[in-house]
């Protein structure tokens, strides 16, 4: 059985009029560090809190640095073809991170993921590093002015912006598959993340895909390191 | 209630602990010194010194500001202090007030600003879907007394208190079995965990711009892709 005692030991020194949790502490003589609240108050006090980690907790942990140097995100277009009805279609690369929940949803369908709940994929999305998007824009040919914008490809990375970073969901559309722009996707998440410094690259791959980013520079399980994910056991 | 008391059996004396996960509670110096200590380095594959007197190798130091920044945008920060002992000290004159001193000593309760760290962990995560522990570490004399554990128990509960499920970390073989220990195994997907490890080939000409250090590993750096709008187009 879990009993799960929540302490804010740390969102209380922002959000909340709580009194100092080390006061708690120390009337335990420093040895208790979780504390349980009245029952009766934990259902408020629990809906504050989660609000308050839902809200974009990362905020309180970053603070503006001016001697931080911001990349411009780039645009660049990898693929341009014409095709026998004059339109011209371009395929363009973006580290801008601009993607729509609903769009990668209906990407991920495309390949066969399975489907996460959209809040918890945009709030991944604005919390990651770099998110690397490709998108197919057809121009018709009488230049009306109305481009079709369709994505379809992406790879994103979380990263601690000094030591690691972790590649995650590499998706590109199946029909677009094979022409080396998963490869481009990739190549251009660690172009971004070694010119920040940023050393310990690792993702987990599976796999049917193995093979792929070992093309791409990746060693699987080198020097015996390994990955490991946590199972809750109730 | 959980009571955090030191769990062993093997020293003499009981030593409260203070787990805090209060990032501001981690003085960047006192976590250089426990890495220093530890012998931990945040490079995968960390250069590797003769210290002075010859006998072993230490790690390099870490560079204080990419910690500073990589503290910045750790989701999770814990940090676990320890009254430092002071049985060196011991002036044992049985004068007046060495009984309220020592008195003193033992009720005022450790706290970040009076103990001494002695472990520490991070967990990165974008505050959504996934999570990944780093930077596990407990000082070498404090090992083996579930301090660890408790650190890691400690991420975990915020990170679920967070909604978050998928937690990764990283190991080496000698971390494999402390992961275990705290309820991490084998993806159950099965996925492999990679590693950028691409070097310039051998004997090549590169400038500084294309190669990257990331402790004793040469990483090269793929090469930009043009962008074909800029290029002058044909037809």
């Given at each position: 059985m879990i009993t799960l005692s929540y302490s804010p030991l740390y969102c209380s020194t922002r959000?909340?009029?709580?009194?100092?949790?080390?006061?708690?502490?120390?009337?335990?003589?420093?040895?208790?560090?979780?504390?349980?609240?009245?029952?009766?108050?934990?259902?408020?006090?629990?809906?504050?809190?989660?609000?308050?980690?839902?809200?974009?907790?990362?905020?309180q942990l970053i603070e503006p640095l001016p001697d931080e140097e911001e990349e411009v995100p780039q645009e660049i277009v990898l693929v341009e073809k014409t095709q026998p009805d004059g339109t011209i279609e371009q395929l363009m690369f973006s580290s801008g991170g601009d993607v729509d929940v609903y769009d990668l949803q209906a990407l991920c369908d495309k390949v066969g993921w399975p489907r996460r709940p959209p809040s918890?994929?945009?709030?991944?999305?604005?919390?990651?590093?770099?998110?690397?998007?490709?998108h197919s824009i057809r121009k018709s040919p009488d230049a009306e002015g109305n481009d079709q914008k369709e994505l379809i490809g992406m790879a994103r990375a979380t990263s601690d912006h000094a030591?690691?970073?972790?590649?995650?969901?590499?998706?590109?559309?199946?029909?677009?598959?094979?022409?080396?722009?998963?490869?481009?996707?990739?190549?251009?998440?660690?172009?971004?993340?070694?010119?920040?410094?940023?050393?310990?690259?690792?993702?987990?791959?599976?796999?049917?895909?193995?093979?792929?980013?070992?093309?791409?520079?990746?060693?699987?399980?080198?020097?015996?390191?390994?990955?490991?994910?946590w199972y809750p056991r109730y | 209630m959980e009571i955090v008391r030191n769990i062993t059996t093997?020293?003499?004396?009981?030593?409260?602990?203070?787990?805090?996960?209060?990032?501001?509670?981690?003085?960047?110096?006192?976590?250089?010194?426990?890495?220093?200590?530890?012998?931990?380095?945040?490079?995968r594959f960390p250069n590797l010194h003769y210290s002075s007197s010859g006998n072993h190798r230490v790690v390099e130091a870490v560079n204080v500001d990419k910690l500073r920044i990589a503290l910045l945008h750790s989701s999770v920060v814990v940090s676990v202090f320890c009254k430092p002992s002071h049985s060196s000290e011991n002036n044992n004159n049985n004068d007046m007030f060495s009984f309220g001193r020592?008195?003193?000593?033992?009720?005022?309760?450790?706290?970040?600003?009076?103990?001494?760290?002695?472990?520490?962990?991070?967990?990165?995560?974008?505050n959504g879907l996934t999570a990944s522990i780093h930077d596990i570490v407990v000082l070498p004399w404090l090992q083996?007394?579930?301090?660890?554990?408790?650190?890691?128990?400690?991420?975990?509960?915020?990170?679920?208190?967070?909604?978050?499920?998928?937690?990764?970390a990283l190991c080496s073989e000698k971390e494999r079995l402390f992961f275990e220990a705290c309820?991490?195994?084998?993806?159950?997907?099965?996925?492999?965990?990679?590693?950028?490890?691409?070097?310039?080939?051998?004997?090549?000409?590169?400038?500084s711009q294309d190669v990257k250090h990331a402790g004793r590993m040469l990483l090269l750096v793929p090469q930009s892709r043009q962008d074909l709008s800029s290029s002058t187009t044909n037809d």
């Open positions: 959000n909340f009029q709580l009194p100092n949790p080390s006061l708690f502490a120390n009337l335990y003589g420093g040895l208790a560090v979780t504390k349980r609240y009245p029952l009766r108050a934990a259902a408020s006090l629990w809906d504050s809190m989660r609000s308050s980690f839902l809200n974009n907790n990362t905020s918890k994929v945009a709030a991944a999305l604005k919390n990651s590093y770099m998110v690397a998007t490709l030591f690691n970073a972790t590649i995650w969901d590499v998706i590109v559309d199946p029909s677009y598959q094979g022409q080396g722009l998963g490869k481009a996707l990739v190549e251009q998440l660690i172009r971004a993340l070694l010119r920040r410094d940023i050393g310990n690259i690792s993702l987990f791959a599976d796999s049917k895909v193995v093979d792929f980013y070992k093309n791409l520079g990746f060693e699987p399980d080198p020097e015996g390191i390994k990955g490991m994910f | 093997t020293t003499t004396t009981t030593r409260p602990l203070f787990i805090s996960t209060n990032p501001s509670h981690v003085k960047l110096n006192q976590l250089t010194h426990l890495f220093t200590s530890s012998h931990f380095s945040t490079h020592e008195l003193m000593e033992r009720v005022v309760p450790v706290s970040e600003s009076n103990g001494e760290l002695v472990g520490f962990g991070r967990a990165v995560s974008d083996r007394m579930g301090i660890g554990r408790k650190i890691v128990q400690r991420i975990l509960r915020v990170l679920v208190a967070r909604d978050i499920y998928d937690i990764g309820g991490f195994g084998d993806d159950i997907l099965g996925s492999t965990a990679m590693m950028y490890t691409r070097a310039p080939p051998a004997l090549s000409h590169y400038n």
